[in-house]
């Protein structure tokens, strides 16, 4: 099995700064980091695999009410603002059970790529280890 482990992975989730400026506030969650961001957007009664990933860890910033996150055996629905850390090798899934899509911003730390994603269970019969498919 290929070392998808080739950029560092923090353990923790990484500081997340909080500047104020006179016309309000900004949270800054990966300065000067090696880091990529994705907007998820999950439709209505669907899901993504139930997954996990050894080349990285990520920082999941609901976007949008409702939004259910599965961390291990704990799953929860979270409301807009939540950050959701996942470590590296954590299995986790982002659900829409309401009638509205929702978005989670996501911050990965490591090497981003689909080949690192093992699934342990998919909806859309896709291969259990990464083949550089979707999520």
Not at 20 to 27: A, D, T, V
Not at 38 to 66: C, F, K, N, Y
Not at 97 to 123: C, H, K, M
Request: with cysteine; net charge negative; charged share 25%.
């Amino acid at each position: 099995m290929p070392d998808y482990v080739i950029k560092p992975i923090p353990a923790e989730m990484p500081p997340v700064s909080f500047v104020e400026r006179p016309w309000g506030s900004f949270k800054q969650y990966a300065n000067n980091q090696d880091c990529t961001v994705s907007l998820m957007t999950v439709l209505p009664g669907q899901r993504l695999s139930l997954q996990s990933h050894t080349g990285r860890a990520e920082l999941w910033i609901v976007l949008d009410d409702g939004a259910v996150v599965q961390v291990g055996d704990e799953e929860s629905v979270r409301q807009a603002g939540d950050e959701v850390w996942i470590p590296a090798n954590a299995t986790h899934r982002l659900s829409c059970r309401g009638d509205r899509p929702v978005r989670v911003l996501e911050v990965a730390f490591g090497n981003w790529q689909q080949d690192d994603i093992t699934r342990y269970s998919d909806d859309y019969a896709r291969p259990m280890a990464g083949t550089g498919g979707d999520r």
